[in-house]
């Protein structure tokens, strides 16, 4: 009895024999599953045995099939394969839904319970998925089509109205890579000032699992670690002084000064090393060999560490999900120490307020709520590191604290649990920022929803890195590919040209500055129909770097492409493609300023005839000129990996205070949470890769130590 949700054939051949993991029983193991609440009574009747259902997983190409298995009125096991190969999510991250969501619906008896924060994606498709395998099961039943309400009941939070209150000596919050390093650093030092007895280090989180945004992430910048100078007889791998030049030179405005905090980037160079040879030596994190070249800068540094052989030639470069996995042991493994010695950590718990002496300019502790009992924590403790991955996932302060050049909501690659609370915590005790209103951090370009018109086609015997799963190609990627094509033209929302396209299609810079993100949010990607016929008849001819993580498998490229114009018309269907017979109507229809947009094509077709950018320097090869209509707007985004500007803090990594002076005794920001002190307000981001990783790893073995030292001396 199976059922699809997907408009795709599903790939990944029968289910049977695969290999599943599932559920069953209640959460006691003492008895079967009550029937649903009020079963008797709505009429509910089921078949018993297994239904099937799927729906599109994360990437939109694979169907997760959801196995639900039911007696005559009860789930009584959830099962998905385990098989990445079989399903369409991210392997690690769906962990959470098999160790909580499953349990969780059968205990209720109910699709309706909470989502996994961090994996909400997924959470939803297997919601639904139970919804459709239980109509079956009912169907089957002899059932009423309305007695799926029964299934259909918000369950209560059962510890709602209870508070706990807690007394620690270091408490994280945020146990993305970051914080769960804070929290075994904290844990040394405090190891180390009582003689090695137990010590009370604690972590919440509000996602579902450990790693957040970092375990999807696999390099760190680091400067000449100790133990790699060692192996080459003190021969560095990278020149520190040209180094950091480049960094003040990329970091410094329009007016001359310097952008960054001086102090904490050389902080970052003079500690970054001792970080990666902690991780490497002391903690056994495996790394690859250091890349001598940076496919995002004109200047190639060797200083970025693959984590765990993944720099294309060692035994994890074939798969992310691979990597993953390595990473998700590392952090299992430091919380299972963390526990052993008296600590621990809570999850789908997140931090909202602090508790601040103002008289004493101390953090006391952190006031929490787990989200799915309802249950309140008021935790006192001698030191707070926040690590929450700065405020991405709010809308509010996403307008209220960016500049108004990119203020909005934007499109992110990956979890949307950072949501700022601790971040306007911080802001209500008077703490300082630094470079809070920079630009997010963007990689890519995506549209603003996956095409679904075409099929997705699978490619035998090849494996995706990005997915560890079988290659796809499919012409839904068309619209995507025209806007991010060297000789595309580009404009922002009020129909201006904003810079040169072969910077959009690089995604973070290749030989040049990334430039989609100073339009904010989105920008149209603008082609004419004698533009659009010469993609049909030539096919693409100037995409050079293609959307990875935001497409879905891709095609062909130089070669005709006569999918193009079906494509468009799919695309305006999709409400992401906009279509008028003059330039003038074309703003209109996308709420541009038509005499802008005018003059903006206008000078475009100025400097094609020229056969000089003289406004932006895009090679000639690459300047086509906006021809005859119908013309044709489609919508893109620059996607964001998170927020970069936060607290300002000192090398301690102690958060000070509005006069950038004072710091706040036992508050400590690392991460994306302080990380605008590396960086400018002028620019996107610092494209010498894995930067973000460095950071966050340097502040968090440092911040969790000096915390911990802070703590041992308050006892």
């Known amino acids: 009895m199976k059922k699809s949700l997907s408009r795709r054939e599903f790939i990944g051949g029968a289910l049977a024999g695969a290999a599943t993991v599932g559920v069953a029983g209640s959460l006691s193991a003492c008895s079967s599953p009550s029937s649903a609440a009020g079963a008797s009574e709505s009429g509910v009747r089921m078949e018993p045995g297994k239904y099937t259902a799927s729906y ?128 075994k650093r904290a844990r040394e030092a405090l190891m180390e000032e009582n003689g090695m007895m137990a010590c009370s280090v604690w972590g919440i989180d509000k996602a579902g699992y450990l790693g957040g945004q970092s375990l999807l ?14 192996e080459r007889n003190g021969e560095p791998l990278v020149d520190y002084d040209d180094y950091l030049n ?67 030639i060692d035994k994890y470069s074939n798969s992310n999900e691979n990597r993953r996995a390595v990473k998700d042991s590392y952090h299992k493994k430091i919380v299972a120490e963390i526990e052993a010695t008296g600590g621990g950590v809570l999850l789908e718990t997140e931090g909202y307020e602090l508790i601040y002496d103002e008289a004493g300019n101390a953090v006391k502790g952190v006031k929490a709520r787990n989200n799915v009992t309802g249950k309140e924590y008021v935790i006192n403790a001698k030191a707070v590191i926040i690590s929450t991955g700065g405020f991405g996932g709010s809308p509010e302060l996403m307008s209220s604290l960016l500049d108004p050049r990119w203020a909005g909501s934007w499109k992110q690659n990956g979890s949307t649990q950072n949501d700022g609370k601790m971040i306007k915590a911080g802001l209500d005790i008077g703490a300082g920022t630094y470079n809070i209103d920079m630009s997010p951090i963007t990689m890519e370009i995506a549209l603003p929803r996956f095409l679904t ?37 580009a404009v922002d929302k009020e129909g201006n040209r904003f810079g040169n396209e072969y910077a959009i299609a690089n995604g973070i810079g290749t030989m040049m500055p990334p430039n989609a993100w100073k339009v904010g949010p989105y920008f149209y990607s603008v082609w004419s129909q004698d533009q659009v016929d010469q993609l049909m008849s030539e096919g693409f001819t100037a995409v050079k770097r293609t959307a ?58 100025e400097l094609c005839e020229k056969g000089s950018d003289d406004d932006f320097g895009k090679d000639a090869e690459y300047l086509v000129p906006v021809g005859s209509g119908p013309y044709y707007a489609i919508k893109a985004m620059p996607v964001m990996y998170g927020t970069g500007g936060g607290f300002d803090v000192d090398t301690q990594f102690r958060v000070l205070k509005e006069d950038h002076e004072t710091p706040i005794n036992g508050f400590y920001a690392i991460g994306q949470d302080s990380f605008g002190v590396l960086c400018s307000n002028e620019i996107n981001y610092l494209a010498y890769g894995g930067v973000c990783q460095g950071y966050g790893m340097t502040s968090g073995y440092t911040a969790g130590y000096e915390a911990g030292k802070y703590a041992a001396a308050q006892a």
């Open 56 to 183: 599109v997983g994360h990437w939109g190409i694979w169907e997760t099939p959801v196995t639900v298995t039911v007696n005559e009125t009860a789930i009584t096991a959830i099962e998905v394969p385990t098989d990445r190969t079989q399903y369409g999510d991210t392997e690690k991250i769906f962990d959470a839904c098999r160790e909580r969501l499953f349990p969780r619906i059968i205990e209720a008896q109910s699709f309706s319970v909470d989502a996994i924060c961090g994996a909400t994606i997924s959470s939803m498709g297997v919601k639904q998925a139970v919804r459709e395998a239980l109509e079956q099961a009912l169907e089957a039943g002899g059932s009423d089509p309305r007695a799926i309400d029964a299934f259909d009941v918000v369950p209560p939070k059962t510890e709602e109205g209870q508070t706990e209150e807690m007394n620690v000596d270091v408490l994280v919050v945020g146990l993305g890579s970051f914080g769960i390093v804070a929290m």
């Open 217 to 230: 992430t696999h390099e760190m910048n680091a400067v000449n670690p100790p133990h790699i100078l060692a």
């Open 246 to 312: 480049t960094w003040f030179t990329d970091t410094t405005g329009a007016d001359g000064t310097l952008k960054c905090k001086e102090e904490m980037v050389r902080f970052f160079f003079d500690n970054s090393g001792a970080a990666n040879q902690w991780l490497d030596v002391d903690q056994g994190w495996e790394f690859g060999t250091v890349k001598d070249t940076n496919d995002f800068s004109e200047s190639n540094y060797a200083v970025v560490f693959n984590y765990f052989s993944t720099n294309g």
């Open 453 to 489: 018109h075409f099929p997705i086609n699978f490619i035998d015997g090849k494996i995706t890195a990005r997915t560890g799963r079988q290659s796809t190609w499919t012409y839904n990627d068309i619209p995507l590919w025209m806007c991010v094509s060297i000789n595309s033209f």
């Open 548 to 605: 990875a993580y935001c497409q879905q498998g891709g095609f062909d490229l130089n070669v005709p492409t006569p999918e193009v114009q079906e494509a468009l018309d799919a695309s305006i269907d999709a409400g992401i493609a906009w279509k008028a017979e003059t330039v003038e109507e074309l703003a209109g229809a996308i709420g541009a300023d038509p005499a802008t947009l005018s003059a903006s094509v206008e000078r475009y077709n």
